[in-house]
């Protein structure tokens, strides 16, 4: 077994699952971080993921043109995310209450239509789809480890590493992002300066939906050809995990979904080969296993923080 663990890691096989298991979770979590910065957590990325994936593969069956699959998924995912922060901010619905909600709803919608539209009742897998094409540099195909490193990879995992780019750049070099911060650091003060504190919320969500709808449509027309119900299987709450475990910023959610896209790629790994010893329940519960240990890193390394005076107790318990 570890032979043939070794020698995909050799030949560099490994990075190519890495890059696909870790692209779903790096655009989502790119998504719930620039909502969460604003005091908005969005909880419901599984349920936008799931919405997504599905609008974007029967758009793209439909239509025979991958482009309109994406956008449709990420425009409808734009939306739902809209309509929590409307529930959350005009209605003053609990935003927990309301990603929950969207979870559920994501989940449910998906089945019906999938059964009703496609008469298909576990999985749809159209046959004339249009997948996101793959990126391949011909100047390089033909160099040993250099063409698995850089060529043969799904276009959606070079936007993810330019969603890393533009998110840090909107953030930290940009006014708009400034106001972003400050809503989330102290909402009473920036509204007093004249900072529109609803506004750039909803345009936050608007934001998270945007990267939440490229994950989901990733994972139906780039990790896959098919929509399977509930094919995210918890990948939103790994996302939520990461923007906690990269303390909130660009690059340290790039560094957590590197560590979390490992764990799903031993977990792939694990799978693939015959007659393995280790039991496959041991092998699907080790993302979650991670996740678990990187919560407790994070409590640990808040608390350090605490008690050395570089976080106040009350940011401590919010």
């Not at 663990?5 to 971080?33: E, F, H, K, N, Y």
């Not at 080969?273 to 092998?283: A, G, R, T």
Request: aromatic share 10%.
């Amino acid at each position: 077994m570890w032979l043939n663990v070794w020698a995909q890691i050799a030949d560099l096989t490994i990075i190519a699952v890495l890059l696909r298991c870790m692209t779903p979770i790096l655009l989502a979590a790119i998504g719930g971080l620039i909502s969460d910065i604003t005091g908005v957590t969005n909880i419901g990325l599984e349920g936008l993921m799931l919405v997504s994936a599905f609008t974007s593969i029967a758009v793209s069956a439909a239509s025979g043109n991958w482009m309109v699959g994406v956008v449709s998924g990420v425009l409808i995912c734009v939306g739902m995310s809209y309509a929590m922060a409307f529930f959350h901010i005009k209605l003053k619905v609990d935003i927990v209450i309301t990603g929950f909600a969207m979870n559920i709803f994501g989940s449910g919608a998906t089945i019906f239509l999938m059964s009703k539209l496609f008469q298909a009742t576990g999985s749809y897998n159209p046959s004339n789809l249009d997948k996101i094409p793959v990126v391949n540099i011909p100047f390089i195909e033909n160099i040993p480890y250099v063409n698995k490193l850089f060529s043969g990879h799904s276009l959606m995992v070079w936007i993810a590493f330019l969603a890393v780019l533009f998110c840090f750049i909107m953030l930290y070099r940009t006014p708009y992002g400034v106001h972003l911060r400050a809503i989330g650091e102290a909402p009473d003060s920036a509204k007093s300066l004249g900072i529109p504190v609803g506004r750039l919320q909803y345009s936050a969500m608007a934001w998270s939906g945007v990267f939440v709808g490229l994950a989901g449509s990733f994972m139906s027309m780039g990790m896959t050809s098919m929509f399977v119900k509930d094919m995210t299987a918890g990948t939103g709450f790994l996302a939520l995990a990461v923007v906690l475990l990269g303390n909130r910023n660009p690059i340290g959610v790039l560094i957590g979904s590197i560590i979390f896209g490992l764990a799903k790629t031993f977990e792939t790994i694990f799978q693939t080969i015959p007659n393995s010893p280790v039991p496959s329940q041991f092998v699907q519960m080790m993302p979650y296993v991670v996740t678990v240990l990187a919560l407790v890193v994070f409590a640990i390394r808040k608390q350090n923080r605490q008690k050395k005076g570089l976080v106040a107790p009350a940011a401590a318990k919010s």
